[in-house]
T-cell receptor
Framework: TQLLEQSPQFLSIQEGENLTVYCNSS?????LQWYRQEPGEGPVLLVT?????EVKKLKRLTFQFGDARKDSSLHITAAQTGDTGLYLC???????????FGTGTRLQVTL | NAGVMQNPRHLVRRRGQEARLRCSPM?????VYWYRQLPEEGLKFMVY????????ESGMPKERFSAEFPKEGPSILRIQQVVRGDSAAYFC????????????FGDGTRLSIL
């Protein structure tokens, strides 16, 4: 059974601070996706990374896929209150396309 | 809005009744996935379907649960003789193809069992 562990589980910071969320596994994934989920809504796709060592930037968000494609990180620069939400990583082994979701990181950004 | 559409958004059933959850994929997407999110838990894969075919149902409970994706119309997740433990948010996702194609999610159906 593939497991994706995210850390930290909860994070409460003030606006303007930087933060990093980690997603780790002992399994290799062909691709890894990051989602953000608001209460009462479905996960919204932020980015997909497919190549080991790949770095993708989305405004203040920087995503990195580990060289061995077993881990990933999400770094947010100068967090804003609108970044508040549940961040989920999800890995795809490529064989059956089902996603294995991480345990989630709940981020709260306050003024 | 060409996103994944799920209905109903909220569904209340009594123990022993049947629940039917519907999912219309994004336009042009022929791959549908169902996930379940239990309270305070992460999303867990249930089933993966293409038109008229079940590709992977390894996450489906062996009894009472079934899924279909007919040639015409939405994908249906059916839960017979519901029990309290079935209370959860059920999410549908669709993708253009399998492999590295990203999955786009609907807003889910929140099922409550009385």
């Amino acid at each position: 059974t593939q497991l994706l562990e995210q850390s930290p589980q909860f994070l409460s910071i003030q606006e303007g601070e930087n933060l990093t969320v980690y997603c780790n596994s002992s399994s290799v994934f062909s691709s890894l996706q990051w989602y953000r989920q608001e209460p009462g809504e479905g996960p919204v796709l932020l980015v997909t990374v497919v190549t080991g060592g790949e770095v993708k930037k989305l405004k203040r968000l920087t995503f990195q896929f580990g060289d061995a494609r077993k881990d990933s990180s999400l770094h947010i620069t100068a967090a804003q209150t609108g970044d508040t939400g549940l961040y989920l990583c999800a890995g795809d082994t490529g064989t059956a396309s089902k996603l294995t979701f991480g345990t989630g990181t709940r981020l709260q950004v306050t003024l | 809005n060409a996103g994944v559409m799920q209905n109903p958004r909220h569904l209340v059933r009594r123990r022993g009744q049947e629940a039917r959850l519907r999912c219309s994929p994004m336009k042009g997407h022929s791959h549908v996935y169902w996930y379940r999110q239990l309270p305070e838990e992460g999303l867990k894969f249930m089933v993966y379907l293409q038109k008229e075919n079940i590709i992977d149902e390894s996450g489906m409970p062996k009894e009472r649960f079934s899924a279909e994706f007919p040639k015409e119309g939405p994908s249906i997740l059916r839960i017979q003789q519901v029990v309290r433990g079935d209370s959860a948010a059920y999410f549908c996702a669709s993708s253009l193809n399998q492999g590295n194609q990203p999955q786009h999610f609907g807003d889910g159906t929140r099922l409550s069992i009385l």
